[in-house]
């Protein structure tokens, strides 16, 4: 048997160590990246439910008057023009979030989702206003 001392022998210690310190580091790098991906996991979970909590739930009841939102103007908006159509009124909600709503204006019935509909709210009304001239004042 040949022992690590002599020159001859394949098992030295000049040839093993190398050897043995990358393996360690390489372990030691395994579990940099383990760590490195369980902390990201759970900082995507913990910003996921952050997100997920603030989603406002909509409760829309039939009867009630909502506006559509326009999708075609996804791409192309334009300055003045309004993202919204309607108002429509709610004739069946179902379990899925699906509703169906019809115009008021041509009394056709669509089904669609519930993130694309908002509560309708009247306009302030307006009432007629004095009109008052200034003149120059009389010396």
């Not at 580091?25 to 910003?47: Q, V």
């Not at 326009?70 to 179902?94: A, D, E, Q």
Request: charged residues 30%.
């Amino acid at each position: 048997m040949k022992f690590p001392d002599e020159p001859d022998s394949l098992c030295t210690l000049s040839i093993i160590e190398p050897i043995v310190q990358e393996v360690f580091e390489l372990d030691c790098k395994n579990k940099l990246e383990e760590d490195f991906l369980d902390k990201l996991e759970i900082e995507d979970k913990e910003t996921k439910v952050f997100h997920v909590a603030r989603i406002s739930k909509k409760n829309f009841t039939v009867g009630q008057k909502v506006l559509l939102q326009h999708s075609k103007l996804k791409f192309f908006p334009g300055k003045l023009r309004s993202r919204w159509l309607g108002p429509h009124v709610i004739t069946k909600i179902f379990a899925n979030g699906a509703v169906e709503i019809q115009s008021l204006k041509t009394k056709n019935t669509f089904k669609v989702n519930d993130h694309q509909l908002k509560e309708y709210r009247k306009g302030f009304q307006t009432e007629p206003v004095e009109i008052m001239y200034l003149e120059d004042p009389i010396l």
